[in-house]
């Protein structure tokens, strides 16, 4: 029977208080339970041990709870250090399957989390594009995803935790913004057992414009990224079409002066070279000329391979020419080295296929 109620992990803290006055209970029990589901893991309503009976009963005829549940862990074997790249692989309640990524280099231990299941806008050297668009993810199941990749970290080192969270996995952030933000203000938030900076969240995306000018007003202090990868409209459109059509470049640089002008803070602007196609010094200068009218930082990435895409890595010379144009050219740049890349957990490759349930 519980399996058709609704599962309330994935109700948002403002329908857990409209939930809360339907049941005919004051709006702080919504923060309460929220805590238990987010900062507790709780997997029942008995373990709500602040609610009272009466409350508990009438919650546990109303919602189920189904947190994600993670089925299958891979590491990394190239990374030559105590810490490899682990990949995770979640089953969601309704079967669907999300991965995500745990980094550990340099003192970080970066959670790469996703945001949907496919993603919509297919870009052609994206593994998750190639799945097309399943679903959002609902807030709870992007915190989920922190979580179970924070109780990995603190399994191997006692007190540690994550030290920064990527919106760098499977989807387009922007285009699930709500959720993305809801369950940034969960992870953010000083009264759950995990509580991280804004400043050290990046949301990463291909320019979603509307969605960059509310981020810019919202307030919100985590930082930007932008998959950039040609500033060569034409180009973009052929890597990238769906995306480049729809935010066209020079309504995209709008955008991010626009925003830079209200935050402060510099975008990060992600390029990942793929060989003979937008590594040139052409594609050098354009480049430079697309970023000089806000504050940014580029990072240079290289290509992952994806099997059945087909695109190469750049060259080392060519690389090092590219990065040395750009830094002569006064631009704040740096490479940016691509780990988990044998399991499949580096930019550009999560993919899941639909998990099937054997029973
Ligand atoms: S690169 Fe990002 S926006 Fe493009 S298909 Fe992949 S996940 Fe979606």
Known sequence: MTATLPNIIDLTLKELQQAMSLLGEPSFRATQV???????SASSFDDMTTLSLALRKKLSVTYSIHHAEVIDQLESLEDNSDNPTKKILLKLPDNETVESVLIASSGRRTACVSSQVGCPFQCHFCATGTMGFRRNLSAGEITGQLYALNEMVAAKEPGATITNIVFMGMGEPLLNSDNVIEAILTLSSRNYSF???????TISTVGVIPEIQRLGKS????????SLHTADQQKRESLMPL???????????KSLAE????????VTIVYMLLRGINDSLDDAKQLVRFSRSFLCKINLIDYNSIINIRFNPVYDATRELFQRYLFDSGLHVTIRKSYGTTINAACGQLA?????DPQ
């Open 243 to 253: 995306a480049a059509r729809q935010y066209p470049l020079n309504e995209l640089s």
């Open 259 to 266: 925003y830079t002008a209200l935050t402060g803070t510099p």
């Open 219 to 226: 307030g919100m202090k985590t930082k930007l990224a932008v």
């Open 195 to 201: 509580c991280l900076s804004q400043k050290k969240i």
């Open 352 to 356: 899941t296929t639909r998990y099937a």
């Open 34 to 40: 929220h805590q238990w589901l987010f900062s507790h």
